[in-house]
């Protein structure tokens, strides 16, 4: 019998339990005093019993009312309660936001962003979690994610922010020992470290004009990571490709070399990302816009305009 209640019925229910009128609980709750009537007999009908002593004056609760009153108010507070807090953290910037991101953009970029929103916003919490392998946002409860290249996901929703290069690199001590190669079709003759990440990390199209030049790689050794890629590179391990942005400061540096820079790669995008719901919540909307602003402001290569 509980299964087939009308909920709705419970606060006009609570109202007319404490205004005693019918007509004071239709202006507190915005309705008719047909529709509390009506609502009010159906729930007795429902119960079996009868709830309120109506007289031309006053309406009163009987003795199944009131058992029924104290049994179901603390319950319709806390449950107001639950609903006005949910309602605050979806409208001010309180809670916890749960951002994903490869480690190298983690560390390049975002973690500075993140520290300077976190420092606005005192009463959010930030899970910044950095990982290359890309993480299932649902199961993970990852509110938002950045994501480096093509998106495999369909279910998502995303957000491109901008584009970046993809360079070409070995390190000094490699080529020195193994040669510059001056012309794609050469890195078949190279040590190729292949990222692991990608779906097809031994083949790539160079562009020249309109000469395009597909060369399928052969790997000897093969990383799971950004990380763990340009570490084996600037250790002369071999060749291999990376975004700009995560090699800038060593090649400024002189441990890594861009190859063929007279050649283009295709260009890979930077995303937001979302999970599959309805709505996105205030801090997820207010920290990628945040974001833009503050890579605009300092001249971020990797992130253009959405």
């Known amino acids: 019998m509980a299964r087939d209640l009308d909920l709705n019925s419970l606060p006009l229910f609570l109202a007319l339990a404490e205004t005693h009128s019918f007509t004071a609980t239709a202006e507190r709750l915005g309705c008719t005093k047909t529709r509390v009537s009506l609502k009010i007999s159906q729930l007795e009908a429902h119960l079996g019993v009868t709830l309120f002593q109506r007289t031309t004056r006053r309406v009163q609760l009987t003795q199944a009312g009131h058992s029924l009153y104290q049994a179901i108010q603390p319950e319709m507070q806390m449950l107001q309660a639950a609903l006005h807090h949910t309602q605050i953290e979806e409208h001010q910037l309180t809670g916890e936001l749960r951002i994903s991101a490869p480690e190298d953009y983690a560390v390049a970029v975002l973690g500075a962003a993140v520290a300077d929103f976190a420092q606005q916003h005192p009463e959010l919490r930030i899970d910044l979690r950095s990982a290359d392998p890309i993480s299932n946002m649902v199961e993970e409860g990852v509110d938002l994610a950045f994501r480096l290249g093509w998106l495999r996901d369909s279910s998502l929703r995303a957000r491109e922010l901008g584009q970046f290069e993809q360079y070409l690199l070995a390190a000094p001590s490699y080529l020195a020992a193994q040669g510059t190669p001056t012309h794609p079709q050469q890195l078949v003759e190279h040590r190729w470290i292949a990222l692991n990440l990608l779906r097809a990390p031994l083949t790539w199209t160079f562009q020249q004009a309109d000469q395009p030049q597909r060369v399928q790689m052969k790997a000897q050794i093969s990383a799971h990571s950004t990380a763990g890629l340009k570490?084996?590179?600037?250790?002369?391990?071999?060749?291999?490709?990376?975004?700009?942005?995560?090699?800038?400061?060593?090649?400024?540096?002189?441990?890594l070399v861009r190859l063929l820079p007279h050649w283009s790669l295709p260009p890979g995008a930077i995303y937001a990302v979302y999970p599959p719901s309805r709505r996105q919540p205030a801090r997820v909307r207010a920290f990628v816009d945040f974001f833009q602003r503050w890579s605009a402001s300092r001249s971020i290569p990797m992130v253009g305009r959405a």
């Open 231 to 255: 570490a084996l590179l600037v250790a002369g391990a071999g060749i291999s490709i990376l975004p700009d942005l995560s090699v800038r400061s060593e090649i400024e540096q002189g441990q």
